[in-house]
């Protein structure tokens, strides 16, 4: 299976990133019940302050959206944005087992964590500089459209166009994983603010989980850094 691609610009906007990729085979139909309430669980670590280097975590975060032309109160990293649902309701409502996992390692770690339907991808994922011409698939009022990025906008994309804008803040439609099965893909990513060895945790909790949701399925683990 291949792995992402980091171009060599990303480390003139962060220099301290560093990711951790998952590629999951779960060709297997075998399917197995999450042990517990793990999502729950999440919520309930945010609303009592979370880790104690999450908010440092994400004000980095925020900067580096505005390196790249990103306005991080308006368009935020995708872990800030759990964070703010999760504060102003309590709760966030559950999607499926799936889902409800990676937004629980993303909000109990403060990461961004995104999952991806990797049999959907044309080349490899790559994380890029936008040049403005490539193509987004999203949705806007119930319609199915074709946006753009800015130029200059950090962004995960394939040999096809835009999975993710302004680096994990919208995913897009072709790639989106909503269901156990097949090549799934996760992305952990991660600042110098958050402890090397928090986001090798976060990762095990990932991996844990996918691993009693999809008995027996193949795990390929890989750290990433800027070229």
């Known amino acids: 299976m291949d792995f992402p691609l980091i171009d060599r610009s990303i480390a003139e906007i962060a220099p301290d990133f560093r990711a951790i990729s998952i590629l999951v085979d779960a060709s297997d139909p075998t399917r197995g019940p999450m042990a517990r309430d793990v999502l729950g669980e999440a919520c309930d670590f945010v609303r009592a302050g979370g880790p104690q280097w999450g ?3 994400l004000a980095s975060w925020a900067d580096v959206y505005s390196r790249f032309g990103a ?5 935020p990293c995708s ?18 087992p799936l889902v409800d996992l990676y937004n629980a390692v993303s909000l109990r770690f403060a990461v961004p964590v995104g999952g991806e339907n990797f049999d959907a991808y044309v080349g490899k994922p790559r994380l890029a500089i936008a040049d403005g011409t490539e193509a987004f698939d999203t949705v806007a009022n119930g319609e199915a ?5 800015s130029v200059g906008e ?11 804008r302004r680096w994990n803040w919208r ?12 090549r799934m893909w996760f992305i952990l990513e ?11 945790e976060a990762a095990n909790m990932l991996v844990s ?3 009693q949701l999809a008995p027996g399925c193949d795990v390929y683990r890989q750290n990433l850094l800027p070229a």
Do not use: F, Y
């Not at 459209?145 to 990025?149: A, F, G, N, V, Y």
């Not at 072709?174 to 156990?180: A, N, V, Y």
């Open 79 to 96: 872990a800030q944005a759990l964070k703010k649902r999760v504060e102003k309701d309590g709760r966030l409502p559950t999607i499926n």
């Open 209 to 211: 989980g996918l691993r």
């Open 171 to 182: 995913q897009g439609t072709r790639t989106r994983l909503d269901s156990i099965g097949g």
């Open 55 to 57: 908010d440092a975590h």
């Open 145 to 149: 459209i074709i946006e753009h990025p």
């Open 71 to 75: 306005k991080p109160n308006r368009t």
């Open 190 to 200: 991660s600042l110098e603010t958050m402890p090397e060895e928090a986001l090798e």
């Open 154 to 164: 950090v962004i995960w994309r394939d040999d096809i166009g835009v999975t993710c």
